[in-house]
């Protein structure tokens, strides 16, 4: 999870109203904000990657001034008429078709607010952005660029003098030697012509979704700045833009529109959406009983508009919203709103309480055993990332399961093994005394019509010890107690684990799992320096 550092003098001054480090830390996690670090003078705090607004200080100030109750309703967005131009030129429709743009003047900028506002622009680049292959984001010193501007496209041949560089480079240069280039060169590959924004005066000012030209870094000097955002998708793009465009207000600047003009480009549009609720989801879902006032004021508090019209209520959700999506989404703020912390659990009037399933008592069985064998559960999300399920893994990945509308690249994927999520977590914990034993319980998803589920069990041990004798000891005494049954084992070879000393797991001559000793290349790639055995099992057909 990204995290975001909050100096205390900042959050006070910006907060505009005096309010107490305690009460500060205290309201944080009812944002949705976990508390990672604390000093006297800063507090390290983890968001969730579906507010990319929290990514600054200033995201994070206009939360807590309604939870606070310093500031109600949703923020207004003011942007004056400006009178310059983007022309986006034919050439860039098959290769980066889109460009939105805003001024953002008369502001001051110091050390600290360059710093969040780039952690700003990575944040976007990384969730709505998708790496920039869907939408990238250019922030310029206004005051070095002469209007009109044109999106178009050149040959590998053009030249400029890219960000952080003294020396003119080509297009081919930039994508071949510099560490942006190589990163996000493949997003270009396939187009012979690649996408740039010029001025009046003929001077590059940028090469999305690349780098930007050096002539117009912002530094502490820069009192207007241009932002703007070139996309594959026109509403991402402009949600990127409206998430930059509130949060340069709330750092003071003025705001002025941009017109742009050109096939499939117009001027963007930041306007707040409306969405009905029915009260009756607040109170099924909250198990509140709450008046209609009592609702408006919750979401009001949460930086949202509301009106009642004809029993049902009128939101008005900014466009920075990114996350909310539905009514269910309005029921999560009104909770916030109200108070988490103010909720009082109950117990449901029922005639009988039941009982558990067969499934449940299985399961809760094994998690004994393992936990007798020594091993600490741990538990992951059902959604993981590329990266971490199969590149570092070794895996092959062409039955993966991708999400659509995914808000982070760590959560796109559905699992289909539990194991590597396991190794991410050791990899997480190398400042912890070994040896670490852990095990997890979850469902595991796999390819069909439609897609199917499959509860596993995955465990590992790190330890300097640690052998394939070892795991597979473990393996046979949690089938032997949970199951009474005894397994077979037949030597194979998969990339996660070393040869030799991996084997499939055979009952009946069945197939049910793997177990080994993590490959050196795996361990790497995790940044793990410590030996690791693990496996995994297809709990279902024995459940």
């Known amino acids: 999870m990204p995290v975001v550092t909050l100096y205390f003098n900042r959050i006070t001054k910006l907060l505009g109203s005096k309010v107490s480090r305690e009460k500060i830390t205290s309201t944080l996690p ?20 579906n507010r990319p607004d929290f990514s600054t200080d200033y995201g994070i100030v206009s939360s807590l001034q309604g939870l606070l109750g310093i500031k109600l309703g949703a923020p207004k967005l003011g942007i004056k008429k400006g009178n310059h131009v983007i022309k986006a030129d034919a050439s860039v429709a098959k290769v980066r078709p889109y460009i939105v743009a805003i001024e953002a003047l008369n502001g001051k900028i110091d050390d600290e607010t360059i710093r ?17 292959k869907k939408v990238s984001v250019g922030i310029h010193d206004l005051g070095k660029i002469k209007f009109p501007l044109v999106y178009k496209t050149v040959e590998r041949t053009h030249r400029f003098i890219p960000l952080n560089s003294q020396d003119s480079m080509t297009i081919s240069e930039i994508l071949d030697k510099t560490e942006t280039g190589l990163a996000y060169a493949h997003l270009l590959k396939e187009n012979k012509k690649v996408p740039v924004i010029v001025d009046s005066a003929e001077n590059t000012i940028s090469f999305p979704p690349i780098i930007n030209s050096n002539l117009t870094e912002v530094t502490t000097a820069s009192r207007n700045l241009l932002i703007e955002v070139t996309a594959t998708d026109k509403n991402a793009a402009e949600d990127a833009l409206a998430v930059m465009a509130y949060t340069m207000q709330n750092a003071g600047f003025q705001l002025s529109s941009i017109r742009v003009s050109g096939p499939r480009n117009s001027t963007p549009i930041l306007a707040s959406r409306n969405m009905l609720l029915d009260p009756v989801l607040v109170k099924n879902t909250l198990g509140l009983d709450m008046p209609t006032s009592m609702v408006v004021k919750s979401l009001r508090k949460s930086r949202l ?7 049902k209520i009128l939101c008005l959700v900014p466009r920075y919203r990114t996350d909310i999506f539905g009514p269910i989404d309005l029921v999560e703020e009104i909770a916030l709103g109200y108070g988490i912390q103010n909720l009082e659990p109950t117990i449901p009037q029922a005639k009988s309480a039941g009982q558990k399933n067969k499934v449940t008592v299985s399961l809760e069985a094994i998690r004994s055993t393992m936990i007798g064998l020594g091993y600490s559960e741990v538990m992951n999300f059902g959604l ?15 039955g993966m399961i991708s999400v659509s509308d995914a808000k982070s690249q760590e959560h796109q994927i559905l699992r289909d093994a539990l194991l590597p999520g396991l190794i991410d977590v050791l990899s997480k914990n190398i400042h912890e005394t070994y ?19 499959e509860i596993h069990l995955a465990c590992a041990s790190a330890h300097n010890d640690v052998n394939y004798t070892e795991i597979k000891s473990i393996l046979q005494s949690l089938l032997k107690s949970g199951f009474d049954i005894t397994s077979t084992t037949k030597i194979s070879n998969d990339p996660l684990f070393v040869q030799g000393r991996t084997a499939d797991i055979l009952i009946d001559d069945k197939k049910i799992g793997i177990v080994g000793e993590l490959a050196p290349e795996a361990l790497d790639n995790f940044k793990l320096r410590i030996p690791v055995a693990g496996f995994e099992l297809n709990l279902t057909d024995l459940i």
């Not at 009812?30 to 983890?46: K, M």
């Not at 590329?386 to 092959?396: E, Q």
Request: charged share 30%; proline share 4%; aromatic share 8%.
């Open 30 to 49: 009812f944002l949705g904000l976990d508390i990672e670090d604390e000093t006297s003078d800063y507090i390290n705090v983890e968001y969730s990657p």
């Open 116 to 132: 969040q506002i780039i952690t700003m622009q990575e944040d976007l680049h990384n969730g709505i952005g998708r790496k920039r």
């Open 435 to 453: 040896p670490q034993r852990i095990f997890e319980m979850g469902t595991a998803f796999y390819r069909g019509d439609p897609v199917g589920e």
């Open 384 to 398: 993981a990332g590329k990266h971490t399920l199969y590149d570092l893994a070794k895996r092959d990945s062409s």
């Open 305 to 311: 508009d509301a009106t009642v019209k004809s029993k």
